[in-house]
């Protein structure tokens, strides 16, 4: 029996590409997998559709065709396109503990989503399902660390990018003993995008250091962040009232009435929602 399937002119018809043009690059990038009928004639899947879609979506935000093949990756397997799909796809890549299929799929959702549903509606929720999974012993500290430090290294390349500040400077620090630093450099990238200037000091960071740092380049907030009891009793035993900036707190184990006595403002357990807490600081 012959494939089904739709032969290259309705390939082109649905995608608006050429058929010269899908030719050279199934040959040359090979992103396509057809079937052949009894009679050696192509035929394309949904599948096929789907990456030709995604390339197309691609170039118009400027890659080059090279670029954006090598971001698709490989015929094996299908173009994730929702939040939902990419989470899933990862977690799969996760579970076989395939880092190059982490790493693409992780350029692919930075590629096809906006910075902020990336941030919280692909990366967030990924890290609190492994997170999740490793405390119901179905993952290990190698797959879990497989993901993070790969949303570790996606993150920081975005950081990298410098840019002005016009809503003022931020530091971005984890407390002594607070080694979960993935949310803070969530954070320290959507306030980037948001204007903010950011300096960004990352995990186990001494208090007074944090402090001092903030302070010497006027900081308009100083944004620290808890996951563990023990970083947050720490954090609450040396955590005052700084002049001149404002100290904010967030993170999974922050809550608002731990922190009720320390003169420190409670950010929103989202991301989304601890940036609208800092623009009101400065609003």
């Known amino acids: 029996m012959s ?3 739709l032969n290259i002119a309705a390939l082109a018809k649905r995608t608006g590409v050429a058929a010269d043009t899908l030719r050279k690059w199934e040959q040359r990038y090979k992103i ?3 079937k052949r009928t009894t009679g050696g004639q192509r035929r394309y899947s949904e599948v096929d559709v ?3 879609e995604w390339l197309v979506s691609r170039l118009a935000d400027g890659y080059r065709i090279g670029e954006a093949a090598a971001l698709l990756g490989g015929t094996a397997g299908e173009t994730s396109r929702t939040p939902k799909e ?12 395939d880092p190059e299929a982490v790493a693409r799929l992780l350029d692919q959702a930075f590629a096809l989503h906006p910075l902020v549903e990336t941030l919280t509606s692909v990366v967030e929720p990924l890290l609190r399902r492994i997170g999740d999974e490793w405390q119901a012993g ?3 500290v190698a797959q879990e660390h497989l993901v993070s430090e790969a949303v570790r290294a996606r993150i ?20 002594p003993g607070e080694r979960h630093d993935c949310g803070l450099l969530m954070l320290a990238v959507l306030l980037r995008a948001d204007g903010w200037q950011v300096a960004y000091l990352g995990a186990d960071t001494p208090l007074e250091d944090a402090f001092d740092l903030a302070e010497r380049l006027d900081a308009r907030a100083l ?27 967030g993170g999974t ?24 807490e800092l623009r009101e600081l400065v609003a």
Not at 234 to 242: F, I, N, V
Not at 253 to 260: M, S
């Open 223 to 249: 944004c620290l962040s808890v996951t563990m009891p023990d970083a947050l009793e720490t954090l609450k035993s040396a955590l005052r009232r700084r002049d001149g900036f404002d100290v904010v707190v």
């Open 253 to 276: 184990g922050a809550t608002a009435k731990a922190l009720e006595s320390t003169g420190a403002r409670y950010a929103n357990s989202s991301l989304s929602g601890a940036v609208r």
């Open 3 to 5: 494939p089904a399937g």
């Open 86 to 97: 990419h989470r899933d796809a990862l977690l799969a890549a996760a579970d076989t503990a």
């Open 50 to 52: 789907a990456r030709v």
């Open 156 to 175: 920081e390349r975005l950081l990298a990018d410098a840019r002005g500040g016009v809503r003022g400077l931020a530091v971005l620090a984890c407390p």
């Open 32 to 34: 396509l997998s057809p």
């Open 138 to 140: 179905n993952f290990t």
